[in-house]
């Protein structure tokens, strides 16, 4: 750990990122809540490109642990960093201390999340929604993010509807455009909670194949899904998590053939 | 109640004799149709000092909401104890304690200020005052409903794009809690016109107190009153027609809402004239 370069302000924004090759670092994560132990001695390491997968039945923390990575959700012990930057805290005498709010938002920004449930500004159209964060978060001006915008809504594919609002466009328009949100501000990270448990089958397809060209290109992602074709694709790594920890680790290919826990090929032998 | 009243006269009327009060109908219509300057300053009084109040209100109203649901609890006490003492005591005891109690005790005499031109009075920044920060107590209620309606979902997402609490409360959360927000508050502010009349208390020339003046100066509180209410009527009128279109245009950007969302006419007069088509899809 201690070769990773150490940010004074644990910041990443306007940082040159290190050459490093890791991007996400998790060490022993812990979490509860209450008295509920979600998150027990969590480590993952996530290479630059790499595209992981996570499965797990409901309620094991796939939710809670990506969430963690952008501090949506405190942890109690463990040390999380993305690019060399521990997310979060700060390290005072060995113990975590949050972090200042205004140094959490711009680790935010390197750190691009898609939620189950799309979460779209519904008052503002699609190309808004797109520009809000680079415009009043980066402060790029607004005609280079809006151009950046429509590049992103046609590779998307839904250069069409710039204008419309969120509630004007089906389930899987919703979601890639929320996509294409996350994506301006040009995020090392991308984070993926079940990104089309929510959608229709029928539109399944078009938010994948956004997903897949995005791994192509050689995004960095975390994907908690269910989608084992998508899996199969494109995931470098299948991480299987279960009551709170990692209990099954492999290629894809191991997890299609020869799965080792009991846990892990009941739990497949349901989505499969 | 206008109708009422001109019920009553008429039957006054037939039934007038002997010792019944002598109607002098051209304090009414001139107080209506010639105005006098009087008038038209209470008037103006009774619009602004609405307008301020009312604006005071709702900036006092967000920071009590965001107080009432801040983490730090300091913050939290501060704006449930504001709440409850400005919620708990008769807006009456408010303004005569914020006018009189204040300047008698040297607390604070109300000077009057300029203001960009204006010259305002001790006792009507006292109103002002007082009609604000009991407002804004009212408000805060309002306003944390409002925040509360929205899909914590929201906050997340604007967080993760790396927007800060405050940022995300201004560009994301409030924009879309203001579409709850604005029908309530528009009662808030129709209250508010007619509550003004309360600053005849502390002697504030608003359209009431002149009025009341005037009833006692040609003593005719039947006409002078009935012009009052007239006034109100045509205050609280206007303004439903400006809350009709100010919800309206809130209304763009959440499809099908606005379709369904009733006009102009069906607020004003109570009913739909057509049951609108469905929501855009
Ligand atoms: N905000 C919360 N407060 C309390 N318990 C929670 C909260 N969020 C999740 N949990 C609990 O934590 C556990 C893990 O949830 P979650 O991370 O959502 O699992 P998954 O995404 O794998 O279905 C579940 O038992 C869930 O009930
Ligand atoms: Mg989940």
Redesign the pocket.
């Known amino acids: 750990m201690s070769t990773i370069p150490r940010d004074i302000l644990g910041a990443i924004g306007g940082v040159p990122k290190p050459p490093s090759e890791v991007v996400v670092q998790a060490t022993d994560v812990n979490k509860w ?2 008295r ?1 132990h ?1 998150l027990r001695g969590i480590s993952m390491t996530v290479k630059r490109q790499e595209v992981v997968v996570v499965i ?1 039945a ?8 990506i969430r963690c990575i952008n501090h949506l959700e405190k942890i109690q012990s463990g040390r999380i960093f993305v690019n060399g930057h521990l997310i979060g805290y700060r390290e005072v005498n060995g113990k975590l201390v949050e972090d200042r709010e205004s140094n959490i938002a711009r680790q935010r920004q390197e750190i691009g999340m898609v939620f189950q449930r799309f979460n779209l500004f519904p008052h503002k159209t699609a190309l808004e929604n797109i520009i809000e964060a680079p415009v009043h978060v980066r402060k790029i001006p607004v005609a280079e993010a809006t151009e950046t915008a429509k590049a992103l809504l046609a590779r998307v594919g839904l250069a069409a509807k710039a204008d419309v609002y969120p509630a004007q466009l089906s389930g899987g328009q919703q979601q890639r455009v929320a996509i294409a949100r996350a994506l301006a501000m040009k995020p090392a990270l991308m984070l993926f909670d079940e990104p089309t448990s929510a959608l229709d089958p029928e539109m399944i397809g078009e938010v994948l194949e956004v997903m897949k060209e995005l791994a192509r290109e050689g995004m960095t992602m975390i994907v ?1 899904t269910h989608e084992m074709g998508f899996a199969r694709e494109v995931a470098d790594r299948v991480v299987m ?1 279960d009551e709170g920890q990692i209990i099954e680790e492999g290629t894809p290919e191991h997890f299609f053939t020869n799965p080792q826990q009991e846990r892990t090929k009941s739990f497949l032998s349901k989505i499969l | 109640m206008l109708v009422g009243a001109l019920a009553v006269v008429l039957l006054a009327g037939c039934a007038s004799g002997e010792g019944s009060y002598q109607y002098h109908w051209p304090y009414f219509f001139n107080s209506i149709f010639h105005p006098d300057d009087q008038i038209l300053y209470g008037l103006w009084l009774t619009l602004s000092i609405s307008i301020v109040s009312q604006l005071i209100g709702v900036v006092l109203g967000v920071f009590g909401a965001l107080g009432k649901m801040a983490k730090f609890l300091p913050f939290r006490l501060l704006a449930n104890f504001y709440i409850w003492f400005f919620r708990g005591t008769p807006l009456l005891v408010q303004i005569t304690f914020f006018f009189f109690g204040l300047s008698v005790a040297k607390i604070y005499t109300w000077p009057p200020i300029d203001l960009f031109g204006l010259h305002i009075e001790g006792e009507i920044q006292a109103g002002i005052f007082a009609l604000g920060v009991n407002e804004g107590a009212y408000m805060s209620e309002i306003v944390r409903a409002g925040i509360i309606s929205i899909d914590p979902g929201q906050l997340e997402a604007a967080k993760s794009l790396g927007m800060t609490y405050a940022q995300a409360m201004w560009r994301i959360i409030l924009p879309q809690a203001a579409r709850v927000i604005v029908p309530p508050l528009g009662n808030e502010f129709n209250n508010m016109l007619k509550t003004t009349s309360l600053l005849v208390i502390i002697s504030v020339p608003e359209l009431y107190t002149i009025f009341s003046r005037k009833q006692g100066q040609y003593f005719a509180p039947f006409e002078f009153f009935l012009a009052a209410a007239v006034w109100y009527l045509l205050l609280t009128t206007l303004w439903s027609i400006v809350q009709a279109w100010i919800e309206r245009r809130l209304g763009k950007g959440a499809a099908g809402a606005s379709a369904n969302e009733p006009g102009l006419a069906s607020r004003l007069l109570g009913y739909r004239w057509r049951t609108s088509g469905t929501g855009v899809r």
């Open positions: 809540f209450g509920l979600v797990g409901s309620g094991s923390g796939k939710t809670t642990f908690v998590m």
